[in-house]
């Protein structure tokens, strides 16, 4: 996938930085000035989505706390 980023030279180098935290930036072009008397341009990365990561689920107990049961001698009210 292409994405055209627009902005100052400060501005495209912060946004690049965010987007590779989403997203698998595999190249980015140089930056683009743009026409006239401008500080703004453009770069174009080429990113990819990043693949699955499989959900973990942790099933330790805790051995530096004594587990303790619930009460159930009285009746909670609601």
């Known amino acids: 996938m292409r994405i055209r980023v627009e902005g100052t030279e400060t501005e495209i180098a912060a946004a690049v930085e965010r987007i590779a935290t989403v997203l698998?930036?595999?190249?980015?072009?140089r930056?683009?000035?743009?026409?006239g008397a401008t500080t703004l341009g453009?770069?174009?990365l080429t990113v990819a989505t990043?693949?699955?990561t499989p959900v973990v689920r942790a099933d330790a107990e805790r051995t530096d706390q004594q587990r303790q049961l619930p009460d159930t001698s009285r009746k909670d009210l609601r």
Do not use: K, L
């Not at 698998?24 to 072009?29: A, L, R």
């Not at 930056?31 to 026409?35: D, H, K, Q, S």
């Open 31 to 35: 930056f683009y000035a743009n026409r």
């Open 24 to 29: 698998e930036v595999q190249e980015t072009s």
């Open 50 to 52: 990043p693949p699955a």
């Open 42 to 44: 453009r770069v174009y």
